[in-house]
């Protein structure tokens, strides 16, 4: 019998809460990447935001969301997400690259412009 007062219960249900919050954040970053799968980026990058809402510190959501916005060709903002990948675990090299290729496009699409 569970009593409302006890501190084993109330960490019960902490556990409970912690466990399916991760759930929700993993399930969102997986439907993104299959949104990303089928081209569907606005789809993909809501996704991919609600699991940083869940988790500012999600490094998988900040790639998702850089994956989101290239398909976007919003270069800057990928990049942006790329940045947030790299600098939370800079032993991504692949988002350093799609960083590095997104600055790129950017320079070349204002090189264009003058």
Same mark, same amino acid.
């Given at each position: 019998?569970?009593?409302?007062?006890? @501190? +084993? @219960?109330t960490?019960? /249900?902490? !556990?409970?809460?912690?466990?399916?919050?991760? $759930?929700? %954040?993993?399930?969102?970053?997986?439907r993104?990447? $299959?949104? #990303?799968? #089928?081209? %569907?980026?606005?789809? +993909?990058?809501?996704?991919?935001?609600?699991? #940083?809402?869940?988790?500012?510190?999600? &490094?998988?959501?900040?790639?998702? !969301?850089?994956? *989101?916005?290239?398909? #976007?060709? =919003?270069?800057?903002? +990928? +990049?942006?997400? /790329?940045? %947030?990948?790299?600098?939370?675990?800079?032993?991504?090299? !692949?988002?350093?690259?799609?960083? =590095?290729? $997104?600055?790129?496009? &950017?320079?070349?699409? %204002? *090189?264009k412009?003058?």
């Open positions: 019998v569970f009593f409302f007062n006890d @501190t +084993a @219960t960490e019960i /249900y902490t !556990e409970q809460i912690v466990g399916s919050v991760r $759930c929700v %954040q993993e399930t969102d970053t997986n993104a990447l $299959c949104y #990303l799968k #089928l081209n %569907q980026f606005e789809k +993909a990058l809501v996704d991919a935001q609600k699991s #940083l809402k869940i988790n500012p510190k999600w &490094i998988k959501g900040y790639f998702i !969301e850089g994956e *989101a916005y290239k398909g #976007l060709k =919003d270069y800057a903002e +990928a +990049a942006t997400s /790329y940045f %947030q990948t790299y600098s939370k675990d800079t032993s991504n090299t !692949e988002a350093k690259n799609k960083m =590095d290729a $997104c600055v790129k496009i &950017i320079r070349s699409q %204002q *090189a412009q003058q």
